[in-house]
Antibody, heavy 120, light 112 residues
Framework: EVYLLESGGALVQPGGSLRLSCAAS????????MSWVRQAPGKGLEWVSS????????YHADSVKGRFTISRDKSKSTLYLQMDSLRGDDTAVYYC?????????????WGQGTLVTVSS | QSVLTQPPSVSGAPGQRVTISCTGS?????????VHWYQQLPGTAPKVLIY???RRPSGVPDRFSGSKSGTSASLAINGLQAEDEADYYC????????????FGGGTKLTVL
C-alpha cells in the first residue's frame, strides 16, 4: 500500500521560512517523480514543484521560483519543500503527490496534506 | 486564472448525466498533451478519476468517462449519485509554463 505522509506545516510570519516533509512508503521512491501541489483556502489546486526521477531535475511554478526548493533524500524515502520568503498568498494546504506517466504525468497517490499559514 | 478553463459549477438530479468541460489551447490540450481528471470530496485529498484522457483506475465506476478532442476535454458522469457531489479538476501539460504541469480551475458538482 502506498502511503504519503506530509508534515511541517505551521503558522509562520511573512518573510519567514518553513520546510515541509513527505515520508513515502509502499513503492520504489527513487523510481518515480514526486511533486508538491497546494490548495489555498476555498480555491483550486495549484501545481508547485516537481522532482524528476530520471535525472534529478527540479521544476517550480513561476509563483514560487526563487523562493521554494524541492529536494529528496532517497535513503529516507522523503521528499522536501524548502519554503523561503513566504508571503500571504502562500497560505494553503500543501499536498505531496506521486507522479506516474511517461509523457504527461498524472498524480496517482496523494498525501493528506499539511497546512501552511502565513500571517503576522 | 488557469490556462485550462472549467465551468465553476454544474448541477444535476440523481440519475441524470452531467458533463464538465476543460478548455485549453494550442499550447496544452491542442498540442496533443493528455488530460487527467481528479475528484476531490469535501475535506479530502484529490483522487485520480480518469487518466490519459479516458482511462479509469481500478475501483472507479464506469459511470465516469473522459474524452478529448481538439483543444478541449470532457468528463461525463452518468447515473448521477449523491456521493458524486464534489469538486472536479482537469490536469494537463502546457509547454509555455515553467514545469509544464497545470490544473484547471475546478468545477463544483452539486447533486440536486
Amino acid at each position: 500500500e502506498v502511503y504519503l505522509l506530509e508534515s511541517g506545516g505551521a503558522l509562520v510570519q511573512p518573510g519567514g521560512s518553513l520546510r515541509l516533509s513527505c515520508a513515502a512508503s509502499g513503492f520504489s521512491f527513487s523510481s518515480y517523480a514526486m511533486s508538491w501541489v497546494r490548495q489555498a483556502p476555498g480555491k483550486g489546486l495549484e501545481w508547485v514543484s516537481s522532482f524528476s526521477a530520471t535525472d534529478g531535475s527540479t521544476y517550480h511554478a513561476d509563483s514560487v521560483k526563487g523562493r521554494f526548493t524541492i529536494s529528496r533524500d532517497k535513503s529516507k524515502s522523503t521528499l522536501y519543500l524548502q519554503m523561503d520568503s513566504l508571503r500571504g498568498d502562500d497560505t494553503a494546504v500543501y499536498y505531496c503527490a506521486k507522479e506516474v506517466g511517461s509523457t504527461v504525468g498524472y498524480f496517482d497517490y496523494w498525501g493528506q496534506g499539511t497546512l501552511v499559514t502565513v500571517s503576522s | 486564472q488557469s490556462v485550462l478553463t472549467q465551468p465553476p459549477s454544474v448541477s444535476g438530479a440523481p440519475g441524470q448525466r452531467v458533463t464538465i468541460s476543460c478548455t485549453g489551447s494550442s499550447s496544452n490540450i491542442g498540442a496533443g498533451y493528455d488530460v487527467h481528471w481528479y475528484q476531490q470530496l469535501p475535506g479530502t485529498a484529490p483522487k485520480v478519476l480518469i487518466y490519459v484522457n479516458s482511462r479509469r483506475p481500478s475501483g472507479v465506476p464506469d459511470r465516469f468517462s473522459g474524452s478529448k478532442s481538439g483543444t478541449s476535454a470532457s468528463l461525463a458522469i452518468n447515473g448521477l449519485q449523491a456521493e458524486d457531489e464534489a469538486d472536479y479538476y482537469c490536469q494537463s501539460y502546457d509547454k509555455s509554463l515553467s514545469g509544464w504541469r497545470v490544473f484547471g480551475g475546478g468545477t463544483k458538482l452539486t447533486v440536486l
